[in-house]
């Protein structure tokens, strides 16, 4: 039974029955780093969560999930994985009983999110899932409540929350130095060159898209910038090359928050686009690009620079989501906060399926 349990819920356990003599040998030893199990060891794993791990001072790489046997010496060579610490997608539940293992971190395709979030969280671990959530509201709260009813942790992979420069900005939604805020517009994308017809991201039943992939950027930025929730949106999408993508290629979507805020979003693979722009009373503030691993970078109205985060973006966010474990805090990006986009993901594709309809959020 023990160990299932993270050393947190151990240790809560043996406070609470601290009435009660207890043998030293019984009393686990709190960990210095929490072990963390990648599952999936596709792009975002292998060359930015993996290295990002050989930084981290709150959790380390111990295990691996992955379907592709012959990743399994390469990984193990790189990082020194134990073979007691590999599992693949049929044997994952039995991290259940490895105590070696303390947060399993979901880097998978967006279908298949849930499913995994799920099997970890009845192991007793602790769930981190990268962006999108999932692929619908329904997901997102099936998760939420998988992990609540386990007593583990739910935190979303928007590394950008946990960045400084991104920080500044959220600041200046509730500092306001340039007055109330206007109008915001936010764009990231890229040219997915789609090479392999096959893969996932082209694909909408896989949780493939513009608008899964990067339009989450946009949207999570005019929320955080604005400090508010959307009431209503209008969306438009377009696609070049519908004989290989049946997801959106492009998706415009317009946001109406409260007090007549609008912002108008742009998400695509189509070409390389990255900005946040601001629009105030008495000023404007952007960042260009907003949402590049090698540094968050922009400028105001009046001429004053942010200075780039020169450290780990993933790095950071992993210690900041271990503290909140280690420390049994709220994590920065809860679960709920994941599925607050996907409600309005939800919207963007209803407008876009019905002209551009205006939907209330
Ligand atoms: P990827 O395609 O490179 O990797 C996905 C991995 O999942 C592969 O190793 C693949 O073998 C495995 N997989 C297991 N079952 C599969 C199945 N049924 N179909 C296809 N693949 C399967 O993708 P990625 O770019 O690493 O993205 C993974 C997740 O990470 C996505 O949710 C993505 O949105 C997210 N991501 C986040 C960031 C970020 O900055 N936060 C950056 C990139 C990707």
Known sequence: MTNRRSFIRKSSLLLAASTFPLSSFMIPQKKEKLGVALVGLGYYSRDLLAPALQLT???????IVTGSPEKIPVWQEKYGIESRNIYNYDNM?????????DVVYIVLPNALHKKYTLIAANAGKHVWCEKPMALSVKECQDMIDSCHKNNVQLTIGYRLQHEPVTQSIIKMSQSKPYGNIQSLYAEAGFHNSARNHEHWKLHKTLGGGAMMDMGVYPLNAVRYA???EPLAVSAKIENSRPEILTADETTFFKLEFPDGITANCKTTFAENINKLKVDCERGWYQLKPMQSYRGVTGETSDGKKFTP??????????DD???????????LVPGEEGLRDVRVVEAIFESA????KRILI
Do not use: R, V
């Open 353 to 356: 399926s019905k002209d551009g």
């Open 309 to 318: 985060f020169n450290g780990n973006q993933q790095a950071n966010q992993m």
């Open 93 to 101: 539940h039995e991290i259940s009983n490895n105590d070696e293992i």
């Open 57 to 63: 001072k709150h959790c380390e790489l111990k295990g």
């Open 226 to 228: 604005t400090g508010l």
């Open 321 to 331: 989501d271990s503290l909140a474990i280690m420390k049994n805090n709220s994590p």
